[in-house]
């Protein structure tokens, strides 16, 4: 018979693969378990056995440093056994497809599969064809649900909680699955989500997504208890979505006299960042600024997702 | 004084180069210890120590996913400290040697070297001027003796022995280490080799190797219990070896009506699969078909192999 | 309170950025360290848990293999967990800060940076903005103390002493971190250094570091103890720095009539040769050489800065 409290900790999903999955108890189990592990200690010198003898691939179809390192410091502290490959690397450069590679694998004995991949929907693909466990590492413009999470947890630990909270979400949201990811997660909490954005980068149905659309980077101040601030892409000027990187920082760049305006304004920023362009060096690293809390928090909220992931398997 | 089981159990050879230093009894001794640790269990949840205090360096001077990963997993699941590179990730490019690399990185203390090399020949040179052990990981077009070993264990688990049984190999077996490794084993265990292939994709001297040269993929499925299938590279077309792949797959590829037509012939495949062309998607995932169990025996093969190899260092 | 032989093994510094903030004792205690660790055995059989729960990133920024795999492996056999990436890999090509790479990783919980750069001083300029211990792995053609530290050792353990000895450093010195990092460490334990290079490979301010210039390769040889001979890098002649490679080779290489003319002459360099440019295949392989030696003292010393630095931590 399983304890009130091993009850309450029950992770109801298979995979983790959208931040839309997630009910508002998933969401607090997985933010609880992510702040127990930061008062445990999540430094090399505590390490957890809760994968011990389970093996994770962290298969990162296009690059990232951070989000990779981080899932396999995540994986390494949990005691996994980790293998890491990258699509560079392997050989689908000889056309070998995606789900013939999951196969291979899977044959080699893995539990949990980390999978970034630059299509939408890639990660769900795969999960289709196989016995493991995935966890979404970021899947094109889509979904990147560890990232909305670890928003979310920085939001609580400083918050106590979300209910009635006003967060504002500024930039590039048309191509951003980390604007998808916490903003799902933010409403599932109750708060009040708001978009501020360059008409060429919302998203043409932002009206389904029940937000307030905020018109100038005054107003979103005014209106927020915090600011997500997503990275400019240098491409999407290219592209002709943004007429210049200094006329985007002038309209919707977050300056000191915004923090100087609202001393309780909360930043947040996903990295990497373009010091002067959506955000000033001198706000990243002010006191309000929890951009480095985010990235430690990103840890533990990668070992919570696999510690409850790898207790499903063995609840079977 | 050893027991009559450890004295079986030898292994009398410093290295694993190439299929045709094996004996029958050496063969034998390699699957058996597999399916030891298929039986006690390969996952990352079984870990053994044999190679515990050794270093193995995994050195891919080649690209490939699926061969590296099964041989990293195997070391690390004996114990042993891994240790990996790539070329391109080498200062091979700066010029080094390949013999300059060998003997820094044996200066630093490691015990068994894992090699993939673009030319035939290189492992078995370097195996010259070094005191550690060697596993041919795949050299050129020579050999690929573990992928030769996992086949015959595969056909092992299925047909009990391999005297008498027919198994042919269908493809571009000029190119194919795969297949130089397997027919020597085949025929060192009493199985009868056929080959089915264009003739521009036929070994000049395939008349000494004592084989059955089958004509049609009619008459290779009638006579064979089992058919070894190559992997078709794209680029034998663009050398003029191919007219096409709709005409390789018309007159050489293995469709469902052949499985139909003999249930219980046996199928395998090296990987990756070209679906449509050398073999149909049904084919590939007919309960017939092996692929998947050769995958996995592969992990278990070279446990095997790194295990003999390190036990012949112990009792010297 | 500290015992005697403790504290003559205090280390006292937070970093090893480069061989200028040595001291005698410094790089006494340091070689003797790293000989207690080659008595004890530095293979993977012998483990340390000197480095258990610390992490440790090896940050290559520039490509190394011998280095890398170097000063990874000495990481892991004092048990620290390892986390490991080079630049082309990160992020950094999508326009990411050094320092915001840096604080990023830093945020994730890790304890020693190994920093490879192709930026002379980069090293110490990411020392500024963490807390962690910095271990310069080469830094443009400025410093790569451990490389200097080993040749120290290598012939501490040959001659006993330094001081007194004439060793000439011959080849490419003024692009050479190696050389920078060798004489600093031989004047301070008292050794007289030579140069012998062609005058456009040579430091313009080398009348300023009280070395001995010599003229010609023979009066190297009859000068010195022992020689430490540089790569030459292809590059050079393409810059017109060099007429030939032959003419180098004429001119400056080491052959076997200089060491018929000196039994006792040590010959080192810290690889990759280029055989018959800067020596000679068989002066790399004659007993004199200690080039072999050299890379396993690598690993001997790259443990014992480690061990010292993260003793350190421990004291604060």
Known sequence: MLSLNSMTNIFPHKHLLSSSQLSRSDILTITSRANEFISNGISAAHRYDLLRGKTVVSAFFEGSTRTKLSF?????????????????????????????????????????????????????????????AFLNAGDGQHQHPTQGLLDILTMLQHFGELDGKNICIVGDILHSRVARSTATLLQTLGANVGFLAPGTLLPHDYSHWNITLLKTIDAAVEWADGLNILRIQRERMEGGLLPSLEEYSQFYGVKMIHLQSKPNLLIMHPGPV???????????????????????????????????????????
Chains 1, 2, 3 share one sequence.
């Open 72 to 132: 396999e410091l995540a994986a390494r502290r949990l005691g996994a056994d980790v293998l890491s490959f990258t699509a560079s690397a392997s050989s689908l450069s000889k056309g070998e497809s995606l789900i013939d590679t999951l196969n291979t694998i899977d044959a080699m004995g893995v539990d949990i599969w980390l999978v970034r991949h630059s299509h939408s929907g890639a990660v769900e693909l795969m999960s289709n064809f196989s016995h493991c």
């Open 274 to 316: 373009n010091y002067g362009v959506e955000i000033d060096h001198d706000v990243a690293h002010a006191t309000q600024s929890l951009i480095q809390k985010q990235v430690t928090n990103g840890v533990a909220i990668r070992m919570a997702v696999m510690a409850l992931l790898a207790e499903n398997f063995d609840r079977k």
